[in-house]
């Protein structure tokens, strides 16, 4: 019964230890998530206008047909 008992308090502290730890792993989470969403719609925006600042034109040729 003895052994039952501290057993029980035994895990019971192992539980609420990693408990504790729980907050911050999962701030931790969010903000590696953030990064990830904003790195998206960074791609997403890069993309969805090719035209603006970072990559170059198509240059034409005669008639206006792409090279």
């Known amino acids: 019964m003895t052994n039952q008992i501290l057993a029980t308090l035994g895990a019971t502290v192992l539980i609420l230890r990693a408990a504790t ?13 953030q990064q990830v969403l904003h790195a998206m719609r960074d791609l997403h925006t890069t993309l969805a206008r090719p ?5 170059p ?8 047909a792409a090279r």
């Open 21 to 33: 730890l729980i907050p911050g792993a999962l701030a931790e989470l969010l903000r590696s998530c």
């Open 57 to 64: 034109q198509r240059r034409r040729g005669r008639g206006g």
């Open 51 to 55: 035209h603006r600042r970072g990559l």
